[in-house]
């Protein structure tokens, strides 16, 4: 699907950023932002990520949630500008704000870094340490800690399963026209003397799943955020045949982020996150592509669309 495609999407994400630790002249720190229907989730804002929400047509009144991986700067210090702005827009909508719990200390001087400019309506939800779920509502938001060199978390997006009628099956019980539409709204229909249930005409089919793992090396958990995911966005800090320096400094390399997405079964890769010391990303795509084939590896204001289930 082409940028613009991806751009009119239901569900898509908009990298805004894709530098490791330093931003350069063509990277911004990492920050991206994942609009799934009528809601829009911001991850890691780092530096800059007011000015590239504008840049990408996002408005900063619109993003519901901020998830936090870690509390390293170049995933963290774009909140203070981003919040501030909302004060200044009289934005008054709840901003729920989704990060470890161990580093609470360090969000709540995020929060606190500059003047009171307004009311900001904040819901903070720490998230401990071991498997964690929430509930948002339209999706099931989980994460699992992952090996950096700090507390840190990766994250799942879960849409529901759904119920997806079989047209073999409608036919075989007569059902059709309005009377399918009667079946899919009270769950049941009288045809022919006999109770039928949606049930018995339609299977449960899983909902789309979204995944966002940053900061980490190899570890169990990041394939099982991965796991089945429709779009997997994965940090590749560094090239293949740096994996010693990956190790030091709790990365990953291209390589190893497209094995994670080959075990986990994912759909589609997103790399980024990328070390100043590569600034072509098409060579971490071509490290990749080889074990993944399905691969982007991301420059800033990418916008990727999440892939339709099967």
Not at 57 to 69: E, L, M, N
Not at 99 to 122: F, Q
Not at 201 to 222: H, K, L, N, Y
Not at 243 to 269: F, M, N, P, Y
Request: charged share 25%; proline share 6%.
């Amino acid at each position: 699907m082409g940028d613009e495609a991806a751009r009119a999407a239901n569900r898509a994400l908009l990298v805004l950023g894709t530098a490791a630790q330093t931003p350069t002249r063509d990277r911004h720190h990492n920050a991206h932002v994942l609009r799934w229907d009528d809601q829009l989730v911001l991850f890691d804002p780092g530096e800059s990520t007011q000015i590239q929400l504008g840049r990408g047509g996002v408005k900063a009144a619109a993003i519901d949630r901020v998830c936090f991986t870690h509390l390293h700067g170049d995933h963290c210090l774009g909140l203070p500008g981003f919040i501030e702005r909302r004060s200044n827009d009289g934005v008054d909508r709840p901003l729920h704000l989704h990060y470890p719990a161990a580093s609470e200390g360090h969000l709540r001087n995020l929060l606190d870094a500059t003047e009171d400019t307004g009311p900001v309506d904040l819901r903070l939800h720490p998230v401990p340490e071991g498997p964690h779920e929430h509930d948002a509502g339209a999706f099931r938001l989980v994460s699992r800690p992952l090996d950096h060199t700090v507390p840190a978390v990766g994250w799942r997006l879960e849409a529901p399963a759904r119920r997806h009628l079989l047209a073999d099956r409608l036919a075989e019980m007569g059902i059709q026209g309005e009377s399918v539409g009667r079946l899919q709204r009270d769950g049941e229909l009288e045809v022919r003397g006999r109770r039928v249930t949606v049930e018995e005409v339609s299977e449960s089919r899983p909902g789309q799943v979204f995944a966002f793992v940053m900061d980490t090396r190899r570890c169990p958990a990041a394939v099982e955020l991965a796991r089945d995911a429709d779009l997997l966005v994965c940090e590749s800090t560094y090239r293949t045949g740096e994996e010693d320096l990956a190790e030091a400094h709790g990365h990953l390399t291209a390589g190893q982020a497209a094995e994670i997405a080959r075990e986990a079964g994912a759909r589609r890769l997103v790399l980024a996150h990328f070390s100043q010391r590569h600034p072509d990303s098409a060579g971490f795509a071509a490290d990749a592509r080889p074990v993944f084939p399905e691969v982007v590896a991301a420059d800033d204001l990418t916008w990727v669309a999440v892939p339709a289930r099967r």
